[in-house]
């Protein structure tokens, strides 16, 4: 099975960005992250930027191969 580990949460402030980062599986696909929370920060890649004050949720995913399933989806505020 894989497991998605989250690095340290960014910083993001107003109008500023940060870098999430984490780590995958052994399907060797790439951690996809996204925004739960896009009215409080947007995510584009890796960068993370803020849009209003508020909590921001940040979601990491990571697809299967052949040999692996799919990461259960992780969250990361």
């Not at 960005?17 to 052994?26: D, E, F, N, W």
């Not at 930027?49 to 799919?70: E, H, K, L, P, R």
């Amino acid at each position: 099975s894989q497991t998605i580990v989250f690095g340290s949460a960014p910083t993001v402030v107003v109008d500023g960005t940060g870098t999430v980062s984490a780590t995958g599986g052994p399907s060797g696909n790439p951690v996809v992250f996204s925004s739960q929370t896009s009215g409080v920060c947007t995510v584009s890649g890796t960068t993370v930027t803020g849009v209003t004050a508020g909590s921001c949720t940040i979601a990491a995913n990571q697809a299967g191969n052949d040999d692996y399933t799919a990461a259960p989806e992780v969250t990361q505020t």
